[in-house]
């Protein structure tokens, strides 16, 4: 794959990932290409789905198209998980500059987290999604990395979503809330409850400021907060119903990628929906190549250790 020219993003795309791989995915990818002439694909997975891709471009695109054969193993789900695992070594090794699966989501951040590495006092790296909202969009995180996490984890995923508001977005001082069931104080569950002093305390990316628990109201308007954090089962719930909602009657305004970006890594990893359709993965690959081409995963950890970060 060629390397070199900064306007072009080597993206490493999961075949075997997906409720429908690999044609959807070969599907997804094939039209990300057509969309994006410095996109260079290496297909992770059946040499017979990359070669349909491959076959489906012009003579002259045909370079840009790189392959990493996957064979079946004993199991399915060993083959399957085989796939994102490669593609994460490739992006370990230099070969590509960022991951794009729509495989499981655990496979996915475990193979990202040990074949990359995490960044320092990053224990459970979480998964950021992108919103619209009335006011312009918000960073919705965990969606689904961490289900359970403890106080500590929240506050480190508060943290990372104020660097990426800052770096991706351009935000000045984003403003960090905590999602619950009320603005009042004391509303929520143990977590809600013990996490607020130590939101407030936090010395947060970018000039981040922490601005108190906000509701689900809060996320579709954007008009008090730019980053909403919260656990991964619950963060997960919401994203899908918001998700199915703007898709039936419209966000609102524009549209955002359905993909989440694992944040805490040393790498960029994007994952899409196992549901996914054709345009939804060349949507995910083009977001993966604008982080790629926005060098954010170096910029999100420059600002993220500019303040105290604790080493594990």
Not at 247 to 261: C, F, N, Y
Request: with cysteine.
């Amino acid at each position: 794959m060629t390397v070199g020219d900064p306007g072009i993003a080597r993206i490493a795309v999961d075949l075997l990932g997906g409720d429908h791989a690999p044609a959807v995915v070969v599907d997804g990818a094939l039209l990300a290409c057509q969309a994006d002439p410095a996109l260079h694909l290496l297909l992770v997975g059946p040499l017979e789905a990359a070669d349909e891709l491959r076959a489906a471009l012009p003579l002259a695109d045909r370079g840009r198209i790189s392959t990493l054969a996957i064979a079946p193993g004993d199991r399915v789900e060993s083959w399957v998980e085989s796939g994102v695992r490669s593609a994460v070594l490739a992006v370990a090794q230099g070969d590509a500059d960022a991951v794009l699966s729509a495989g499981n989501t655990g496979a996915t951040v475990t193979s990202a987290a040990l074949g990359l590495g995490r960044r320092p006092g990053v224990r459970r790296p979480p998964l950021a999604a992108v919103l619209p909202t009335t006011a312009g969009r918000l960073v919705l995180l965990d969606v689904g990395s961490s289900v359970d996490p403890d106080e500590d984890t929240v506050a480190m995923h508060a943290r990372l979503g104020s660097a990426y508001a800052s770096v991706v977005h351009g935000i000045a001082e984003p403003r960090v809330g905590l999602l619950t069931i009320g603005t009042e104080r004391g509303k929520g569950d143990r977590l809600r409850r013990a996490l607020p002093p130590l939101l407030a305390d936090l010395d947060l990316p970018g000039g981040g400021r922490y601005i108190g628990l906000v509701e689900g109201n809060d996320v579709v308007t954007g008009a008090v907060a730019d980053v909403v954090v919260t656990d991964g089962f619950t963060g997960n719930v919401l994203l899908k119903g918001l998700e199915t909602a703007y898709a039936e009657l419209g966000p609102p305004q524009g549209s955002l990628p359905r993909a989440a970006v694992l944040l805490g890594v040393e790498g960029l990893v994007v994952v899409c929906h196992g549901a996914a359709s054709a345009a939804e993965l060349a949507a995910g690959i083009a977001f993966a190549a604008q982080l790629h081409r926005q060098a954010a995963v170096a910029a999100m950890a420059e600002i993220h250790t500019q303040r105290g970060v604790p080493h594990e």
